[in-house]
């Protein structure tokens, strides 16, 4: 079952025969590595949803320098909402950071699951919910949190990133210098701290 179908099945609770005609409504398409699926100053009319590769959500502020709001791994789902649900322009950038399988969804398709499928919908709203959570978590900590915390989580949320991203996009998407990310890295090193 690919990955998209098992979060259908599992995780909007479409019935295991019908997850077929869903693919019917989205299309898969293969995004070769610094791709935009979305660049400042565009309309998001979709949401992306990653069957293979990593895809990354940033920000550039006006002295140039880049800001990471989020990275998509594999069964992820990564949009600019307020672009797709109120026609603004984007100011952020969705990029492949490696060559991906990424599936494009609509509005329509959920609209479409949400009549075909009503159980869907409840699933949907607590994953809305769990998102907007995550995401008060991520200001928190990037407001309260040592940058040590922040490595940690991160860490812990996104196991093999680490492998597959370089330094500075983790120290962005930790609201730190590279230079601070090698400081914190290295007085974990000192603490012989193992990631697990």
């Not at 990471?68 to 649900?85: K, N, T, V």
């Not at 952020?92 to 159980?119: C, G, M, R, T, W």
């Amino acid at each position: 079952m690919s990955v998209i179908n098992n979060y259908l099945s599992k995780v909007l609770n479409v019935p295991t025969e019908k997850i077929n005609l869903c693919s019917l409504e989205y299309e898969i398409k293969k995004v070769p590595k610094n791709t935009f699926l979305l660049q400042s100053g565009e309309i998001c009319k979709n949401v992306f949803f990653v069957e293979k590769g990593l895809l990354r959500m940033y920000s550039i502020d006006k002295n140039g320098k880049e800001h990471i709001i989020q990275f998509a791994p594999e069964s992820w789902l990564i949009s600019d909402r307020s672009s797709l649900y109120f026609n603004e322009k984007s100011i952020y950038y969705i990029e492949a950071v490696e060559e991906s399988e990424v599936i494009y969804l609509n509005l329509d398709f959920f609209n479409k699951l949400v009549e075909q499928y009503p159980d869907s919908i409840e699933r949907s709203d607590i994953l809305v919910q769990k998102h907007v959570k995550s995401l008060q978590d991520r200001i928190n900590s990037l407001l309260g949190e040592t940058a040590e915390e922040r490595y940690l989580k991160f860490v812990k949320m996104f196991p093999d990133l680490l492998l597959r991203v370089p330094q500075w996009m983790v120290a962005s998407f930790l609201g730190i210098t590279p230079e601070s990310l090698s400081r914190v890295r290295k007085e974990l090193a000192r603490k012989n701290f193992i990631i697990d």
